[in-house]
């Protein structure tokens, strides 16, 4: 499998390439330059599921895609990942039933609780192989508000020659989210607390990737959300939620996917393109609705940093969605000079670009499935309730986003999945705020905040992230 940029340049690189890269050179992100079809597989893959599980799932999704990789190591690192003592159950991403034909897709019972390590926990096996192979190192610098960086760390600790630096905005991020970064000791992860916000921390990390002699000199690279493995790790749980769902293959399922950057909801497009009977993609937005209003209307705006609310669901709070590209590149029929005249020229210009009157964009719904709504901190807060009162189950704040913009889109007849992006304890003061009292915590998180902490408080400067870095890179 070659991969190709949404910008049309020419290079065709494998996996293993675009693994450790970030954006393609020409500032598009890298897709497959097909998607390998599996509606006649469908049986056997059940069957995989059924008798071999999720890691096994895993490989056979994951080798259409990887074939500079020999077999058995990929089926090994999918078994290493992919395990009851790292998700605490062998179904890893188990169904729980809501009201008539609607279900939680938990995948959040990883180590930071977040659907985050679903991905990451794969990358971080998939960095140490591959780096292992190449006698390279890599230095991750990243920026987070809670749970991209948490996951990495996770994912990262102890692996041979990764080291993470991670910023975040000092005392931005949730008590719980702050204990699980700040108390990993490991010599090879790094806490940087900026004081700022988050935008401060980003920018830092712009200005240091863009000191080219900088980055080359220090092998400093990214685990964003457009890294195509991350993504393509997504892939497999929507496979494994329609064997769950569903008894046979020609049932049809839909999903509804809380959504900020859409790396979670494009792992559904990716999944629908291979042949999987996904009736409806439902894109679930806070506050922060530049999606929806894409889905609704076919402006895609850009908002500023001013225009981006701070929510009760943070991990959704962005101003442009880094993998809706992706999925714009495929509405447009793959066409990779009108997708670079939007994503480059007319948002670099002004900011937003308008598909309504585009044929492609009445495709968005009719050929690929794809709807949409926003929730709101009351409708968060209700739907807490509520789903609280009537099933006995607490869902997170993005949970219940996708809860409440589910219910809204059901079709008589198919299964609505909803994907369970974090555990309540992460948000635990919206959750008391909802229902009066704390979320339960999980086993095995009892007394976090209270453990010793690794984390260097820094003023929003990159000259001084720079120093540090170079400081513990040292041969
Ligand atoms: C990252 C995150 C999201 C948004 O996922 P995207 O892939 O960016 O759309 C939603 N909920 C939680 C809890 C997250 O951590």
């Given at each position: 499998m070659r991969y190709l940029s949404t910008r049309g340049h020419a290079a065709r690189p494998g996996f293993c390439d675009i693994l450790l890269e970030g954006l393609a050179p020409d500032g598009g992100l890298y897709l497959p330059e097909t998607y390998p079809q599996i509606s006649d597989r469908l049986a056997e893959l059940r069957q995989v599921w059924a008798t071999r599980g999720y890691a096994d799932l895993a490989f056979e999704i994951l080798?259409?895609?990887?074939?500079?990789?020999?077999?058995?190591?990929?089926?090994?690192?999918?078994?290493?990942?992919?395990?009851?003592?790292?998700?605490?159950?062998?179904?890893?991403v188990p169904l729980r039933p809501l009201e008539e034909g609607v279900f939680l897709q938990a995948l959040s019972n990883g180590p930071?609780?977040?659907?985050?390590?679903?991905?990451?926990q794969l990358l971080g096996n998939l960095f140490e192989y591959e780096l292992g192979r190449r006698g390279a190192e890599l230095n991750i610098l990243g920026a987070t508000s809670g749970d991209t960086g948490s996951a990495a760390e996770y994912a990262m600790r102890g692996k041979q020659g990764v080291r993470v630096f991670m910023?975040?905005?000092?005392?931005?991020?949730?008590?719980?989210?702050?204990?699980?970064?700040?108390?990993?000791?490991?010599?090879?992860?790094?806490?940087?607390?900026?004081?700022?916000?988050?935008?401060?921390?980003?920018?830092?990390?712009?200005?240091?990737?863009?000191?080219?002699?900088?980055?080359r000199r220090h092998k400093i690279g990214t685990v964003n959300s457009i890294n195509w493995a991350r993504l393509l790790a997504q892939v497999v749980y929507y496979f494994a939620g329609y064997f769950q769902a569903t008894t046979k293959d020609t049932e049809q399922v839909a999903f509804t996917v809380p959504s900020g950057n859409f790396g979670n909801v494009c792992a559904g497009h990716v999944a629908r393109m291979m042949g999987l009977p996904i009736a409806r993609l439902v894109v679930a937005t806070n506050e922060n609705d530049v999606l929806d209003e894409f889905f609704r209307t076919g402006m895609y705006r850009v908002r500023t940093g001013g225009d981006t609310q701070e929510t009760s669901s943070p991990s959704m709070d962005i101003s442009k969605a880094s993998n809706f590209e992706r999925f714009v590149f495929d509405l447009l029929g793959?066409?990779?000079?009108?997708?670079?005249?939007?994503?480059?020229?007319?948002?670099?210009?002004?900011?937003f670009f308008d598909l309504s009157a585009h044929p492609a964009f009445a495709q968005a719904q009719a050929k690929y499935g794809f709807a949409s709504g926003k929730s709101t901190h009351a409708n968060r807060l209700a739907t807490i309730r509520d789903t609280?009162?009537?099933?006995?189950?607490?869902?997170?704040?993005?949970?219940?986003?996708?809860?409440?913009?589910?219910?809204?889109?059901?079709?008589?007849?198919v299964p609505m999945l909803v994907l369970e992006t974090a555990l309540p304890i992460k948000f635990a003061a919206?959750?008391?705020?909802a229902l009066g009292h704390p979320p339960a915590r999980p086993p095995g998180f009892e007394g976090l905040e209270a453990?010793?902490?690794?984390?260097?408080?820094?003023?929003?400067?990159?000259?001084?992230?720079?120093?540090?870095?170079?400081?513990?890179?040292?041969a």
């Open positions: 080798k259409l895609y990887i074939d500079d990789i020999p077999e058995a190591d990929l089926l090994a690192l999918c078994r290493k990942t992919y395990t009851r003592a790292v998700y605490g159950t062998d179904a890893i930071t609780l977040a659907f985050k390590d679903m991905a990451m910023t975040s905005p000092h005392g931005r991020m949730s008590p719980f989210q702050q204990a699980q970064m700040f108390s990993l000791l490991d010599a090879n992860i790094h806490n940087i607390a900026i004081e700022g916000v988050f935008d401060d921390c980003q920018d830092i990390v712009k200005a240091v990737s863009n000191d080219l002699d900088f980055k793959r066409d990779a000079g009108l997708t670079q005249q939007l994503f480059k020229d007319e948002i670099n210009a002004k900011g609280s009162a009537r099933f006995g189950e607490v869902v997170d704040t993005h949970t219940a986003d996708g809860v409440k913009v589910a219910r809204e889109h059901l079709l008589p007849g919206t959750i008391e705020e453990k010793p902490r690794k984390v260097l408080l820094m003023a929003a400067d990159a000259a001084l992230v720079k120093a540090y870095i170079a400081e513990h890179t040292a």
